[in-house]
């Protein structure tokens, strides 16, 4: 019986269907395509925040400028910016007929020196400013289109000053817009506001901040990363991972800010879903996580 087999391999009819058998294999190989790399999130549940980032500066509240009283012989001025300033201590002296001097109103430091040498000098040549840099603002311009989101009192993270996160809030928001250039060269109205913080140790007038301010939170909310998002026929929707597969979802999104959605519907707490869905992505396709 043995030698059958054997005879019957060795068949025309045989060896046929064994290379038919063979084809069909390698073509399998060939063919299946291999799961899609791709980089995959969890949906989240925490506080939602809406954020508006704008660029500030901080500014002493109270900033003293020296100018010169009258004509006359200035004598040098012996300070230097970052000097300490005393309530009360002379500042600058003018010989006249009379000897003209200015006196420190508050204690603080010296800011800048404008002018340090003697000699003439005119009426109200301005010779220093100085300024008490523990009385810190941060003042800011928003455009007006943001303005009907934004209340005294929100809070606001401040960001730039090494790697700490500074507490502040809006303290005061200006009646009219000026208009400002942006770096692209275009006009802007604006509204000034200043926002209130306790300056850290260091940190001086004209410092520039990242100011992200706070309009509003909503706790318990299922956020996923807004680069999980698309559209697709005029909704919104994303790619959850199921049984190794990507598989369409549409959701209805809330608030976007800061690269976080806020979902209300579509989504649950621990669901996989993939970032960054490209072209190679579609309703079925099988995936794997880089």
């Not at 059958?4 to 064994?18: H, Q, R, T, Y």
């Not at 404008?114 to 603002?137: F, H, Q, T, W």
């Not at 007038?205 to 100011?211: A, H, I, M, N, Q």
């Not at 608030?255 to 869905?277: A, H, M, R, T, V």
Request: net charge negative; with cysteine.
């Amino acid at each position: 019986m043995q030698m059958d087999f054997v005879e019957i391999l060795k068949s025309k009819n045989a060896k046929i269907g064994i290379g038919v058998l063979l084809l069909v294999g390698f073509s399998f190989l060939i063919l299946r395509k291999n799961p899609k790399p791709v980089e995959i999130s969890k949906v989240s549940k925490g506080t939602y925040q809406q954020i508006l980032s704008v660029q500030g500066k901080s500014k002493i509240k109270e900033l003293y400028t020296v100018y010169s009283p009258v004509n006359g012989v200035m004598r040098r001025v012996e300070l230097h910016a970052g000097d300490q300033v005393r309530k009360g201590m002379t500042l600058l002296t003018v010989d006249w007929d009379i000897v003209k001097t200015v006196k420190a109103n508050t204690n603080g430091q010296i800011l800048k020196v404008y002018r340090e040498s003697a000699g003439p000098v005119a009426m109200e040549e301005r010779i220093l400013e100085y300024g008490d840099l523990s009385k810190l603002e941060i003042i800011a311009y928003i455009l007006t289109e943001d303005m009907p989101e934004l209340t005294l009192g929100d809070p606001v993270n401040l960001s730039g000053f090494g790697e700490q996160i500074l507490k502040g809030e809006i303290a005061n928001i200006e009646p009219a817009a000026i208009t400002k250039v942006s770096s692209l060269g275009v006009e802007e109205q604006r509204v000034p506001i200043s926002i209130a913080f306790d300056p850290p140790s260091g940190m001086g007038d004209g410092y520039e901040l990242e100011c992200k301010i706070i309009l509003f939170e909503k706790p318990n909310s299922i956020l996923i990363p807004s680069s999980a998002l698309f559209r697709q026929d005029d909704k919104w929707a994303v790619y959850t991972v199921e049984k190794k597969k990507a598989k369409l979802r549409f959701v209805n999104v809330e608030n976007q800010s800061e690269g976080i959605s806020l979902i209300n519907d579509g989504l649950k707490e621990g669901e996989s879903i993939i970032l960054y869905p490209g072209d190679g992505i579609s309703d079925g396709t099988k995936v794997v996580a880089e």
